[in-house]
């Protein structure tokens, strides 16, 4: 295995990272920001009021999405699995 093959592999790892928490991230970013504004708005300061919707998005967006994401993490398995006689030999 070169240098270049091994970086390739890392490069293709992080992307399939990338896919797969970016929903639950931007999920969680887009309704805290919702959240914080009203905090300010109302000047109500109450630690509960952040945390409850944030969980509440997120285990929603990983039962909509976690089919995808099960289908993303099965496909680079699969393609790394296929590829082992090449990156051996």
Do not use: C, H, R
């Amino acid at each position: 295995m070169t240098p270049e093959v091994i970086s390739g592999i890392a490069q293709d790892t992080v992307i399939v990272a990338i896919k797969l928490i970016a929903p639950v991230l931007l999920s969680s970013l887009a309704v805290g920001l919702v959240i914080a504004m009203f905090q300010a708005a109302t000047q109500i300061n109450e630690q509960t009021l952040t945390f409850i919707p944030k969980l509440i998005t997120i285990i929603v967006v990983l039962m909509v999405a976690g089919p995808w994401m099960l289908q993303v993490v099965i496909d680079y398995f699969q393609d790394l699995m296929y590829q082992i006689p090449t990156l051996i030999g």
